[in-house]
DNA sequence: CGAGGCGGCTGCAACGTTGTAATTCAGGCG
DNA sequence: CGCCTGAATTACAACGTTGCAGCCGCCTCG
């Protein structure tokens, strides 16, 4: 069985708690007895009990990330980063999958793996504004997305509006005018969709082209499948257009290979912008100009003023609502020139 | 505060231990006093707490899943399955992220986390065969992929040769006879490269074609850069091909945008081929025939039979081999036909 | 009618750790 | 030379749960 502090204890002729102390670096302790028990411990392969830390303590190490779905692509590579924002500080993380779900959402936030974890990141798809209250809880949370503001809890999010604002004006300083937007939510105010949409009137405004309601697409889910049909059924009306704001990547590479099976040409034809900076993005053909959504600062922050709330240091703060910088990537799906240039 | 086991015995009026037994189903308790334990349960809102019941159980309800890293779209893929396989019997998934590095895979074998978790699926990517010894555990592991075979725990695969076989033979139907392959490993015998070049060269052997290095273009990792890499080099080379296996989705993705680039019509000019299935692959342009490895199968039988281990049912049950089944799917990357028809 | 069995329940000890308070010890100072 | 101080160490009691042994009372059977 696994060496305990007893056993160690035993070996290096000390107390059970003077080994605790050296485990946990407490400084006054003669170098000698340091030295025994340094040496006790790694000739028994002595590693703590983490049951029983965490029962003793009240704290696990652990904590939760609660997201939508790991096959989209960005939540992917949002929990890559977050876990390794959180070992970088020793933690460690359970993921749990919502599907985007708004009641499974509200019954994570209860169940009995709180309990295992010392707080949660929270990224919500199915709740909104109006479920703030279900936020209440005893326990540390972070919240991402764009569902929820003005929730009791630390929030981390983007600059939707002035994101999605950057991406419309990039386009329309290329000279497009008919700006079709994929992905939009009915009736949507917050929300990701919402504030995008916001950001894309914004910029219209600016340049004083009126809104024309014909080329919104709405679809319920950011799929890439989802991002195909609209594509389809945009066409389908006939309404023309020279540039399509996707509200999402995964949107957007949908609708390319839509566009593209009609034979429209990128950006020729039809210049195209997405929102995430995915992997993926800088590999389809042509490559997608996109938003980077400063995915590494909204990882570290979250990870950052999580363990600060659990650790206490933030106890009396009041909650907290931060941004992280965007960036706008140009690539070649809003390049001025035709993009099929050979490259070898 | 949280409730505990004694305060509801004593709002029950009975022991904590017949609370302890109501919250197990122990059989032998009378319906009356099981209602009204039942009754101060839901008043209190008592939850069990975890962190007690595995230092007194040993267990903790967690398995931990160790892979390179979720960015990697299989990864991520099979990581939503394995959560949700796990999900469905109740457990936990702890993910680590190794990045593919041999000695971060080893030291995580034996890192303090795994005490926290009653078991692991493990999916090296550093480590080969020679570190089939550091697989020597004392708590159930189960090994995903092809770096380590013969090692002595649970080993889930998927059926490489056979599967590479398929996709060659699919490819030789369609009647090209120059299959150039992106993403081979120098030297390689096992491994997923490996397995899935011998395949490839058997397929090649059946049909009577001779094996030419010339069309066999090395990386070291398999992400879209290193096909797109791979494919400029090859085409470099100047060397004729009439297809791509690629060693799998990620690396077709990137070999297929270069080769687009560089004029070359898919599939008139140049069928391609992947292997994994992965989401995106039926939404690139054109789509990609590929491999489906059976991913939630690999899923399921991994989450499955480590819990039979951990569980102690299989407790004398010889290390278990279980290859997925495999299946070709077929899309527009193979097609006899060009695929630029507009389906609108 | 007494022994035995069993259903229903309880009490106690332990899992490995850490916080608190107490104890020992060495050295400096009056 | 005794007292005080603070460093170094220890003893002990929890944290909330579960395994085990055992107790009571009722029923059954010889």
Redesign the interface.
């Known amino acids: 069985m696994?060496a305990t502090l007893r056993d160690v204890a035993a070996l290096a002729g000390v107390s059970i708690k003077t080994v605790s102390n050296v485990v946990h670096d407490f400084e006054h302790i003669r170098p000698a007895t340091r030295e025994r028990v340094r040496a006790a411990i790694d000739e028994l392969g002595y590693?703590?009990?983490?049951?029983?830390r965490?029962?003793r303590s009240g704290r696990?190490g652990?904590i939760g990330l609660a997201l939508p779905?790991?096959?989209l692509?960005y939540f992917?590579?949002l929990?890559?980063a977050i876990?390794?924002a959180a070992?970088r500080r020793g933690t460690?993380?359970?993921?749990?999958?919502t599907g985007g779900d708004r009641d499974r959402e509200i019954q994570l936030l209860a169940s009995?793996?709180r309990?295992?974890t010392d707080g949660l990141i929270f990224s919500p798809l199915g709740m909104g504004n109006d479920d703030a209250s279900y936020l209440n809880v005893d326990y540390p949370l972070v919240l991402l997305g764009e569902r929820i503001f003005a929730g009791p809890t630390d929030h981390v999010t983007m600059h939707n509006v002035a994101a999605a604002h950057a991406a419309t004006r990039h386009l329309l300083a290329t000279g497009r005018r008919r700006i079709a937007v994929i992905g939009a939510h009915q009736d949507e105010v917050i929300g990701s969709a919402g504030l995008r949409l916001r950001g894309y009137r914004e910029a219209l405004a600016e340049a004083g082209i009126e809104f024309d309601p014909a080329l919104i697409a709405h679809t319920t889910l950011w799929h890439?499948?989802n991002g195909?049909t609209a594509m389809?059924e945009l066409?389908?009306t006939g309404v023309q257009f020279d540039a399509v704001f996707a509200l999402n990547d995964t949107l957007a590479?949908?609708a390319?290979?839509?566009l593209?099976?009609?034979?429209r040409r990128i950006p020729l034809d039809v210049a195209v912008v997405g929102f995430d900076d995915l992997?993926?993005s800088s590999?389809?053909?042509p490559a997608l100009t996109t938003i980077d959504p400063g995915r590494d600062e909204i990882a570290d922050t979250a990870v950052r003023i999580l363990l600060e709330r659990i650790s206490g240091e933030a106890a009396d703060v009041a909650p907290r609502e931060i941004e992280a910088g965007f960036r706008l990537v140009q690539r070649e799906s809003t390049d001025l020139v035709p993009a099929?240039s050979?490259?070898?």
Not at 47 to 52: D, R, T
Not at 260 to 263: A, C, D, I, T
């Open positions: 696994a590693k703590p009990n983490i049951s029983a965490s029962l696990t652990v779905e790991l096959s692509s992917a590579e929990a890559d876990i390794q070992e460690s993380v359970i993921i749990e999958q009995p793996h309990q295992f890439r499948a195909a389809r066409l389908a590479l949908g390319m290979r839509v593209q099976e009609s034979g992997d993926e590999y389809c053909l099929d050979p490259v070898v």
